[in-house]
Nanobody, 124 residues
Framework: QVQLVESGGGLVQAGGSLRLSCAAS????????MGWFRQAPGKEREFVAH????????YYADSVKGRFTISRDNAKNTVYLQMNSLKPEDTAVYYC?????????????????WGQGTQVTVSS
């Protein structure tokens, strides 16, 4: 069992930056691939980025490539999402998720555990 808690969301102006954190419980965190997803009001949850269990492999949605960076610290059981050059269209609730297969995926159903989410609002 893995419990995930996101933090770091907030209100920021367009062009600004935020860093989201996702703290995981459990001793097996390093075995899981981790993903970040987001959901805007009235829209489906969409993939943002994922990182393999080792941290060597990362993958991004086209909409955030070059602006967002996913990373992890297995010693701290934490995964991060650094978000730069934020745009109003990045406004959403951001969720982290854990994939016990260890490779990561763009698909929500591949993930076994989810956090409660943290709100990110980007004003124009």
């Amino acid at each position: 069992q893995v419990q995930l808690v996101e933090s770091g969301g907030g209100l920021v102006q367009a062009g600004g930056s935020l860093r989201l954190s996702c703290a995981a419980s459990g001793r097996t965190f390093s075995r899981y691939a981790m993903g970040w997803f987001r959901q805007a009001p009235g829209k489906e949850r969409e993939f943002v980025a994922h990182i393999s269990w080792s941290g060597r492999s990362t993958y991004y949605a086209d909409s955030v490539k070059g602006r967002f960076t996913i990373s992890r610290d297995n010693a701290k059981n934490t995964v991060y999402l650094q978000m730069n050059s934020l745009k109003p269209e990045d406004t959403a609730v951001y969720y982290c998720a854990a994939d016990q297969d260890g490779l990561g995926s763009r698909l929500t159903y591949e993930y076994d555990y989810w956090g409660q989410g943290t709100q990110v609002t980007v004003s124009s």
